[in-house]
């Protein structure tokens, strides 16, 4: 089973930028939907981008212009670029790997704190 570990995560000012990174233990960037998530303190967590095998992107409303989902399908890894950083982004960040149109594989997080 695959294995993904985030990392990147830390505490910054709101305005300022963060990229996370997801690496993935076995090949399965550009061939699975990959995903990142965020569980803020007391909320369920939601899903904040998508990325699928052939680069189309999907979006939370909240971060629509200021993050965006890359992958790399050479080295196997997915980033999570997050400018404008506001302190409601403050979460655990997930990255997840879908498999049979199930969300099959998830990392332990990275903690994101954004300070006003």
């Known amino acids: 089973q695959v294995q993904l570990v985030e990392s990147g995560g830390g505490l910054v000012q709101a305005g300022e930028s963060l990229r996370l990174s997801c690496t993935a233990s076995?090949?399965?960037?550009?061939?699975?939907?990959m995903g990142w998530f965020r569980r803020a303190p007391g909320k369920q967590r939601e899903s904040v981008a998508i990325?699928?095998?052939?680069?189309?992107?999907v979006y939370a409303d909240s971060v629509k212009g200021r993050f965006t989902i890359s992958g790399d399908n050479a080295k196997n890894m997915v980033y999570l670029q997050m400018n404008s950083l506001k302190p409601e982004d403050t979460a655990v960040y997930y990255c997840?790997?879908?498999?049979?149109?199930?969300?099959?594989?998830w990392g332990r997080g990275t903690q994101v704190t954004v300070s006003s």
């Open positions: 997840a790997a879908m498999d049979s149109s199930v969300w099959s594989a």
């Open positions: 990325i699928t095998p052939g680069g189309s992107t």
């Open positions: 076995i090949r399965i960037v550009g061939l699975n939907n």
